[in-house]
């Protein structure tokens, strides 16, 4: 037989499905041919997934019975006029769509993967924009939080205002503390100057008849100067002086630095 003919049973052999003499010739041409031996390990691997993805079933009885009478009959009588280059060609055929289905199985295992890492992608930038609709919620209810209770002072029947001015360290600055004995405090302030990264302003209550300032909490001040801050619980039971000083970062129990803004409460 020629190479091409030789080359048409290495799927047969690889499923062992040739005859003695056929076996003997593709062995004998194989052994010498580097391109049918690779074929060969090709369809071998083919076969062995195909018989690896097929659940495994008995037989039924009566079909045992059956191959074992044809076994004891002999082997079946070639068909008529059958070739065996037509036999080679069935083979062949076979060998080819075996490859054809592992080809397309794993065509489809890679396209599966590509969604799954689509899936994925679009699962975390999902969920980082849901976290980042959580933050602002918590921001926006910080702020609603604190606007109501802005309103609440500014309209408690019992508020008293008090006129800040800018000292020596911030002559320009000024503010206004607006103070309810039932509702609470809260200061705006004007033409503050920056501050450095490890440097803070901290607002100070001090009570009428005594010296010792008690803080009321730091300010977040704008880049325009600017600052609104709400006096801490408990700070503004009794308001006689209100006063703003430069801390280190983190604030201090006590102040450290010179008033960059004050104001009394006016009998």
Known sequence: MTHDELRDLSGGY???????????????????CPE??????GFAAVASGLAASVPQVDPPAALRDRVLRAAVAGPPRAIAGEAPSSRRGVFAFLSAAAALVALALGLYAQSLQQRIRVLEEELRLASARTADVQRQLVQYKVASDRASEIRAILAAPDLRRIDLAGQKAAPGASGRAFWSPTHGLVVAFDSLPPTAADRVY?????????????SAGLLDLQPDGRAIALGAPGSAARVGTVAVTLEPAGGVPAPTGDMIVVGTLSN
């Open 36 to 41: 049918c031996t690779e074929e060969v390990r």
């Open 202 to 214: 901290q607002l100070w209550v001090i009570p009428p008849g005594s010296t010792v300032p008690i």
């Open 14 to 32: 690889a499923l062992g499905a040739l005859s003695e003499a056929d076996r003997r010739a593709f062995e004998a041409h194989v052994a010498t």
